[in-house]
């Protein structure tokens, strides 16, 4: 029972941290609608894909080609049917779903690097179709985009034309800025829920043997192909739903999305995050998103700015050595924060958290609770 | 006809490129036992290096001779680079021929750039899962882009070939066929490629060096057991992997304009002639990267694409998925290395 309640503690300090983000992310500057609607996007891309790496082990190099097939069926369904987000969603996880069974079924016949190399040839595939044969699904290069004379049957059917072009809303309620953070924010939380009960659950158990050791589960007598496959597709749609989200707070989908180096970021993400635990990915995802979009801004003015309290020589010997590193530089640093990770903290940022906890906290929350540990006081 | 010789040329040209990453690529993984997703840096390096040294070459003098007059009525400024100024014509070639001369400049850098990395990084790593060295090449192979670019810019730098070698030849006319041109560059860079391959394969087939080093690639521990320091001469194997891939990249400047991301955008493709052809085999790479190469210039045919529509975008990764999944190995990999 306590793990039970653990669980539930675990999860309300999760939803209110995710709900209050316009709160506690003020201070950081980061606590406008538009990044923190990339938080919880790719809090949600991230947790899907440490379903697949950290429970199975198995490392997919193309995961983005399940977020770019995703957002084009929003789109697709915005176009189609109707600028309510449900059937968008629900399109996008049919559609990545789907995509995700077809190419999991073919490479997860492989494992290892030759699973990495295969999704990155399918995800690589996807993308060049994207950008030239599938331009009439696509639209290449521009991207797909709304357009005023878009049949949109459902919503001309039972609402009058308004005149320009709408935006997406969930039953009559328009999502722009804040309303279209708060859906993402219930998504991700419903998200990170399902992914719980996931890794609770004994399906979970199986995935993590597989990880530990395939060919001892092979030999008990467990054909382990069912459970990556389900492993893979459950992953494939939470790419999906996340694609289907960055279509609707800006219904536009380009191949971009799908490129390898998407499928590097959101693996970043994890591995920055901690692989294997539960937030760790949405940490992750939320430290690179905020480098990309905040500490990218960083200029020379704002960094004198921030040293102005040093003497004068000092302050210009400090702004120039950190100067490479922010604004233009960002990627810099996050290269060497993810190579001291990998190199440091095979854990990531959570085994960070966990080994100064184990070190100040008198031994709380060491030991057999690893992959729940929370740096937030939970217990 | 024609055509088909200039695609097939093309595909050569290609090839030639994958190749010299993806036998480096081969030879790190099949001796360390390490998936390196820095290799294409390490060819950025080398592409960067010659941009390095034509730029060195160019260092200006500027001599006011008042012989001479601008058409303002002031002396004419003079610029001629310091090698020129100091010896004469010789210097001048030496401006001329800046990116063959490269090589040379190359080579000394990238033994150190690559024996720098297997003992300043890599060696920790080879205990610990593939994965992990993925993900840490991967993170090393961006700090290296991102400090190129921090250097250089984000923007292509052109770099020319010697004059002599600038121009076009006629290669039908070798053949006793009429109007296939070809730039000399390219068919310098196949030939050169060939070298390189040849010495490297020459180097661990018919030296003793190179015998213990395969003798290594079979059997580690054995060879450690006679007393050899395997360790050192696999150090010594990245690097020349590194000389290679960096080497690859100095001659490939005038064919491309390098910048930072030149390196990952070859990476991915060498990756897939490495599995292709069979990891920790060597030929295999070199069949793999000419046989991709060939298959992708003659993918992007007009005839070709008019019955197979967008077949030149996914052709190597489709050739890839259908090796894979047919021949575990690859097409040349050894028994029992990674074949599951």
């Known amino acids: ?379 | 006809m024609d055509q088909l010789i200039l695609q097939l040329l093309n595909g050569l040209d290609k090839g030639a490129a994958y190749a010299l990453i993806a036998l480096g690529l081969t030879l790190v993984f099949g001796t360390l036992g390490i998936v390196n997703f820095a290799h294409g840096a390490l060819f950025m390096i080398g592409a960067f290096c010659a941009v390095v040294f034509s730029r060195l070459l160019q260092l200006e003098t500027v001599t006011i001779d008042p012989a001479r007059l601008t058409p303002w009525g002031s002396p004419m400024e003079v610029r001629t680079p310091l090698v020129q100024a100091w010896l004469g014509d010789f210097g001048a070639v030496l401006v001329q021929w800046s990116v063959p001369l490269s090589i040379l400049f190359a080579i000394p850098v990238m033994l150190i750039v690559g024996v720098a990395m297997e003992r300043g990084l890599i060696r920790y790593f080879y205990k610990r899962a593939h994965a992990d060295q993925i993900l840490v090449t991967f993170g090393l192979a961006i700090v290296l882009q991102e400090i190129v670019k921090a250097n250089f810019g984000a923007n292509p730098i052109p770099v020319t070939a010697p004059a002599a070698l600038a121009g076009s030849v006629d290669v039908g006319g070798w053949l006793g066929l009429s109007g296939v041109f070809y730039p000399w560059w390219r068919l310098v860079y196949l030939g050169f490629a060939l070298a390189v391959m040849g010495l490297v394969i020459a180097f661990l087939r018919f030296t003793t060096y190179g015998m213990v080093v395969r003798a290594g690639m079979e059997d580690r521990q054995t060879v450690g057991f006679l007393g050899i320091d395997i360790e050192k001469r696999f150090t010594v194997v990245f690097g020349i992997a590194a000389v290679v891939a960096g080497i690859a990249g100095a001659m490939y400047t005038p064919i491309v304009s390098p910048n930072y991301h030149i390196g990952m955008d070859f990476l991915v493709l060498s990756f897939v002639v490495v599995v292709v052809g069979g990891m920790g085999s060597v030929s295999g790479a070199v069949f793999a990267g000419f046989l991709l190469g060939i298959l992708q210039s003659f993918a992007s045919m007009n005839e070709v694409k008019n019955i197979l529509p967008g077949i030149d975008q996914v052709i190597i990764y489709l050739v890839a998925v259908v090796v894979l999944l047919v021949m575990p190995r690859g097409l040349m990999g050894r028994k029992g290395v990674m074949e599951n």
């Open chain 1, 1 to 379: 029972m306590t793990a039970l309640r653990n669980d539930l503690i675990y999860l309300v300090v999760f939803a209110v941290a995710v709900l209050a983000m316009p709160i506690w992310l003020a201070p950081f500057g980061a606590a406008y609608p538009d990044l923190m609607q990339k938080f919880a996007i790719y809090g949600i891309f991230a947790i899907g894909f440490n379903i697949l790496f950290g429970m199975t082990g198995y490392l997919s190099f193309g995961h983005a080609a399940f977020l770019g097939v995703g957002s084009y069926a929003a789109v697709w369904s915005f176009k189609l049917l109707s600028m309510n987000v449900i059937p968008a969603i629900a399109l996008a996880v049919l559609v990545s779903g789907l995509f995700a069974a077809a190419i999991g079924y073919i490479s997860l016949r492989r494992s290892g690097i030759y699973f990495s190399i295969l999704t990155l040839a399918f995800a690589q595939m996807s993308y060049n179709l994207a950008y030239s044969v599938f331009t009439p699904i696509t639209n290449g290069e521009t991207g797909l985009q709304l357009a005023l004379n878009d049949p949109r049957v459902i919503d001309r059917a039972l609402f009058a034309d308004a005149p320009g072009i709408p935006r997406p809303n969930l039953f009559g309620i328009e999502l722009g800025g804040y309303e279209a953070f708060y859906l993402c924010a219930v998504i991700l939380i419903l998200c990170f829920f399902v992914a719980m009960r996931i890794d609770r659950s004994p399906f979970g158990m199986m995935l993590k043997a597989i990880k530990s050791n395939q060919t001892r589960m092979a030999y008990t007598g467990f054909n382990t192909r069912p459970y990556t496959l389900s492993a893979f597709i459950i992953s494939g749609i939470y790419a999906g739903i996340a694609g289907g989200l960055l279509a609707v707070t800006d219904p536009l989908a380009g191949a971009e999305r799908m490129q390898w180096t998407a499928s590097g970021e959101v693996v970043l993400m994890t591995i920055l995050g901690g692989v294997g635990t539960l937030v760790g990915p949405v940490i992750g995802a939320v430290v690179i998103k905020y480098f990309e979009n905040i500490f990218s801004a960083f200029h020379m003015a704002k960094l004198e700015d921030i040293f102005s309290f040093l003497p004068d020589g000092l302050e210009s010997f400090v702004v120039s050595i950190v100067s490479p590193f922010v604004g233009e530089g960002w990627h810099l640093t996050l290269g060497i924060m993810f190579m001291l990770i990998v190199v440091f903290l095979p854990g990531g940022l959570m085994e960070g958290a966990r080994r100064i906890r184990a070190r100040f906290g008198g031994g709380r929350g060491t030991g057999s609770k690893a992959h729940s540990s929370n740096p937030a006081p939970a217990e």
